[in-house]
């Protein structure tokens, strides 16, 4: 039985713990948070902490999951590989690029513990579905790719955690907190994006939040692929992702957990389906159980069969070039 440990006992844990649940190899086995309050909330047998240094000393855990804010993805995760401890860190990896790049040669400079990125969406089975299509060339190479993530999120979603709004701890909004999967499925499936040009903007009318939540994006990929990624917290509600991809002989569409073809006629043939999130959050991937149980068996087996910093540094690059071009008016390279 390999042994769990939480880092922020925050929205997000509920799908980790869900997701070390499900698989039988896995045990939760302490929970460590600032807020001493919470305590009261941890799953029965699992010890709760409020020194994460002192959790991991104590209950000697083989995977440590980092569900801390933003700002204290790098920091934190930092400290636990210096201590010996692998990490499954929650997006994002980084604030900046500067600080995505300490990451990669952190993960270099301890070659003895793993280091994984939770970029589930990549192993949707729509996604995995896509991905094999587009490799088999059997429609040829993508000419054009669009994501559109048309979410919201209201005042009360500011007023919960306020740190969400501000710059100096989110690094961002819509595009890091909510739409950075779908971002990265564009480059997961499009490949290396060379330029882009940018407008980035907040719509909504709440002057305590600081951050982003519309942005608009073209997409030059270096294969010649043109693409458009859209988003923002500002939709009258939380709807569907929308992932498009054109090839030369044929287009297929990702919606509510579904992978179509588009016919000739523009009717939608059904390709696969993947298991929806329970609750609220039915809206987000929901292959958190396979992405967690492939690093732990990446662990256990000493692999490198998983989602590498490297990836998720990729993804800041990206949006921080989104920041640039908005900022400068330009067209920019990545």
């Not at 949707?124 to 896509?130: A, I, K, P, V």
């Not at 060379?194 to 608009?216: F, M, R, S």
């Not at 992932?243 to 044929?250: D, L, N, P, Q």
């Not at 043939?269 to 959050?281: N, Q, S």
Request: proline residues 3%; glycine residues 8%; hydrophobic residues 40%.
């Amino acid at each position: 039985m390999m042994k769990a440990a939480i880092v922020g006992f925050g929205t997000i844990s509920i799908v980790h713990i869900d997701a070390i649940a499900s698989n039988p190899g896995m045990e939760l086995v302490a929970i460590c948070d600032i807020n001493e309050e919470l305590a009261a909330k941890v799953p029965a047998g699992v010890k709760f902490y409020t020194d994460y240094k002192k959790m991991c000393e104590e209950v000697k855990p083989d995977v440590v999951h980092n569900l801390l804010p933003h700002y204290l993805h790098y920091p934190v995760t930092k400290e636990l590989v210096e201590m010996g401890f692998n990490v499954f860190c929650e997006k994002p990896i980084a604030l900046n690029t500067k600080e995505a790049e300490q990451f990669c040669a952190l993960e270099k400079a301890h070659p003895e513990v793993k280091i994984g990125v939770c970029l589930q969406n990549r192993m949707n089975e729509t996604t995995e579905e896509l991905k094999k299509i587009i490799e088999s060339g059997e429609y040829g190479k993508i000419i054009g790719i669009r994501g559109f993530v048309p979410w919201r999120r209201d005042k009360t979603y500011y007023d919960a955690q306020p740190w969400r709004g501000k710059w100096k701890y989110a690094g961002g909004g819509s595009m890091i907190n909510q739409s950075l999967h779908t971002l990265d499925l564009l480059y997961f499936l499009g490949g290396d994006i060379a330029k882009l040009h940018a407008v980035v903007g907040q719509t909504n009318e709440y002057p305590e939040v600081e951050v982003e939540g519309d942005i608009i994006a073209r997409l030059e990929f270096a294969n010649g692929a043109n693409g458009l990624f859209f988003a923002t917290n500002n939709n009258w509600t939380n709807e569907s992702v929308q992932i498009r991809v054109a090839m030369e002989k044929g287009i297929f569409h990702i919606e509510d957990n579904t992978l179509y073809k588009i016919e000739a006629d523009s009717s939608r043939t059904v390709i696969c389906k993947a298991p929806k999130l329970e609750g609220i959050k039915f809206y987000y991937g929901a292959s958190h159980t396979r992405l967690v149980a492939r690093f732990y068996e990446a662990v256990k087996n000493n692999t490198d069969d998983y989602i590498h910093i490297s990836e998720g540094a990729m993804i800041v690059k990206l949006m921080d070039s989104i920041f640039r071009s908005s900022n400068t008016g330009r067209l920019v390279e990545v």
